[in-house]
């Protein structure tokens, strides 16, 4: 037998002995950790699985769902730019989310929208108040400091609104005002350079002026989107048109000055909430409220 042809043997032989060596220790780490499985949940009985804690969680028949912050479509957890986590922000997904989860759970029999924001995304708000009317539930939304704006807007999809007599309630309007680097960009010796395929493809950009042309185009946006704000308002408190249009000045009002034009239905908080469903007969007694 030659030296090569010995090498070649014992180098097959070496990685046999390894393929064994290891093929054993996972085979022995996987029946190790399945026996104690095993063991933890036959011979322990506080130990549960997450679903049986899931499923033996006591009746909650009302549950509270919490919309602080900016409104936004989705979750955003990091601000890629500024390499930090961003301000506090519910999404539309969360609040829907926890609202098609209360429809379907046959132990949930009344819904709490807590508020506490200055708004946010139209879409995103109007997302949340069209999945409040579309549940068959009863659902009470109850502004803390603040529901103005796209919170508002929100708000008007649940069935009744309570409001602090010194929360701030309403803003009625849209806005897309942003600061303008352009001059000061100058002083400091900066040189914009556009470059796009499209006339208004940038529009809105800091730094540099914006064209009357593209005033234009946005106040013709933020008009669009304001009608649909004021209608929906108008709709779903069942207002006068018309009264919503001159309260939709974009300020903010007392939560008693907006029990006195309709935007809310009563001064209260939890408590009334709660009563509230008792007096519709979706609970006898108070309970505590279940946080999703």
């Known amino acids: 037998m030659t030296k090569e042809k010995f090498k ?38 506080s130990s549960v699985s997450v679903a049986s804690d899931i499923t033996n969680q006591p009746d909650c028949p009302i549950m509270g769902i919490a919309l602080t912050g900016e409104i936004s479509t989705y979750d955003m957890a990091f601000d890629a730019v500024a390499g930090e986590p961003t301000p506090n922000i519910t999404s539309a997904a969360f609040v829907t989310q926890a609202i098609r989860k209360a429809e379907k759970d046959d132990k949930v029999f009344g819904l709490i929208l807590e508020i506490d924001s200055g708004g946010g995304n139209p879409v995103a708000s109007e997302e949340i108040a069209n999945a409040l009317k579309l549940t068959k539930k009863p659902t009470v939304a109850v502004i803390r400091g603040m529901g103005a704006s796209g919170a508002y807007w929100a708000s008007t999809g649940a069935d009744y609104i309570l409001a602090s007599a010194n929360s701030d309630v309403g803003s009625i309007g849209v806005t897309f005002s942003y600061l303008d680097y352009s001059q000061k960009n100058q002083k400091e ?30 106040q013709r946006d933020l008009d669009i989107v304001h009608n649909n704000f004021v209608k929906a308002v ?5 207002l006068d048109i018309e009264k919503v249009k001159q309260l939709a000045d974009g300020s903010t009002m007392l939560g ?6 309709g935007l809310i239905d009563k001064i209260g908080g939890q408590a009334e909430a709660i009563q509230y469903f008792i007096d519709k007969g979706a609970i006898t007694e108070p309970q505590e409220v279940c946080w999703y």
């Open 234 to 238: 108008a709709e779903n408190r069942k």
């Open 189 to 218: 010796g900066i040189t914009y350079v556009e470059l796009n395929s499209a006339k208004y493809k940038n529009s809105g950009d800091p730094d540099r002026p914006l064209t009357e042309e593209e005033r234009i185009l946005f």
């Open 256 to 261: 008693a000055m907006a029990l006195e034009n």
């Open 8 to 45: 070649i043997i014992l180098n097959r032989l070496l990685i046999t002995i390894l393929v064994i060596i290891i093929v054993g220790t996972f085979s022995y780490m996987f029946f190790s950790d399945t026996e104690e499985v095993s063991k933890v949940s036959t011979d322990d009985p």
